[in-house]
């Protein structure tokens, strides 16, 4: 798996500020209805225990559900959602924009 490799790659950088976990949700299926967990990959951030949801301009902001393989654009990610769970914030806006209406 592609992101699998990224999050281990990107886990030493940014262990100071975040923990990453990787579940198997047909091993733990619990939040799968709840957090809609039918994609083989999704990416989800939570601080104490509090999800954090992230706008990247997908429309859904629940998770990530595509492979993200770019090492910098993940830290981004993480030290943004810190950031802006550190302040409180329940929704916040990613650093960069991933709808397709700039890739035409």
Not at 21 to 28: A, I, M, R, Y
Not at 29 to 34: A, Q
Not at 92 to 101: A, E, L, M, Q, R
């Amino acid at each position: 798996m592609q992101v699998d490799d990224t999050l281990a790659d990107v886990a030493e950088k940014v262990k100071n500020f975040c923990v990453i976990f990787l579940v198997d949700t047909t091993e733990v299926p619990d939040f799968n209805k709840m957090y809609e967990l039918y994609d083989p990959c999704s990416m989800m951030f939570f601080h104490r225990n509090k999800h954090i949801m992230v706008d990247l301009g997908t429309g859904n902001n629940n998770k990530i559900n595509w492979a993200l393989t770019d090492r910098q654009e993940l830290i981004d990610i993480i030290e943004t959602v810190y950031r802006g769970a550190r302040k409180g914030r329940g929704l916040i806006v990613g650093p960069k924009d991933y709808s397709t209406k700039y890739r035409y």
